[in-house]
């Protein structure tokens, strides 16, 4: 299990995860600073459910159980990586879009935003010196049988947050020249 720091893949996954737990304190700056993305009409769609401790356990025998009842082709290494997964990080943070009731904007737009408020927290782990990346296991959709969610909100994924040790390097990115057309 790897921590990417920072800039998603930007960095190179080198670094192992440690068991030192990330301070409340620090998952609060992460929230806050997703907080701070900008939303369209100001409609603030990001929902986060905050997961750890003996919570982190059960989630991953959530998804685990959740997995050998919706799969015909059971594998027990499968079975066994979901269900640990969770608690190979201090926290997990559940990303969710929670839909304007009125419907001032397009949903794609909600998604955009809270996609931006999960970058905001991203970059708010390069300064705090962690590591977190942001996964969407296929079970996503099971996350309301788990989770107090209301019926507005979607579920978008996982963001994995915790301490790191080793080295980060600097991944690779084809040049910009080759994405943008100047008009």
Same mark, same amino acid.
């Given at each position: 299990f790897c921590l990417s720091r920072g800039l998603g893949d930007v960095y190179k996954r080198q670094a192992?995860?440690?068991?030192?737990?990330?301070?409340?304190e620090q998952i609060n700056q992460l929230l806050e600073a997703a907080n701070w993305a900008p939303s369209h009409r100001k409609t603030e769609p990001w929902r986060f459910y905050v997961i750890n401790d003996e919570k982190l356990t059960e989630?991953?025998? =959530?998804?685990?159980?959740?997995?050998?009842?919706?799969?015909?082709? =059971?594998s027990e290494f499968k079975f066994e990586k979901i269900k640990s997964k969770p608690t190979q990080a201090s926290h997990v943070i559940v990303i969710c879009m929670h839909r304007d009731e009125k419907e001032r904007v397009p949903e794609w737009e909600e998604i955009a935003a809270t996609a931006m408020a999960v970058q905001?927290?991203?970059?708010?782990?390069?300064?705090?010196?962690?590591?977190?990346?942001?996964?969407?296991?296929?079970?996503?959709?099971?996350?309301?049988? =788990?989770?107090p969610m209301k019926e507005e909100e979607k579920c978008l994924g996982f963001f994995y947050v915790g301490n790191f040790e080793g080295q980060i390097s600097k991944g690779d990115r084809q040049p910009i020249d080759d994405k943008v057309t100047w008009l």
């Open positions: 192992q995860h440690t068991s030192d737990k990330v301070t409340k989630l991953g025998d =959530f998804l685990a159980n959740a997995y050998k009842e919706s799969t015909d082709a =059971f905001n927290m991203w970059l708010m782990t390069t300064e705090l010196g962690l590591g977190g990346y942001w996964s969407t296991p296929s079970l996503i959709e099971q996350m309301p049988k =788990f989770l």
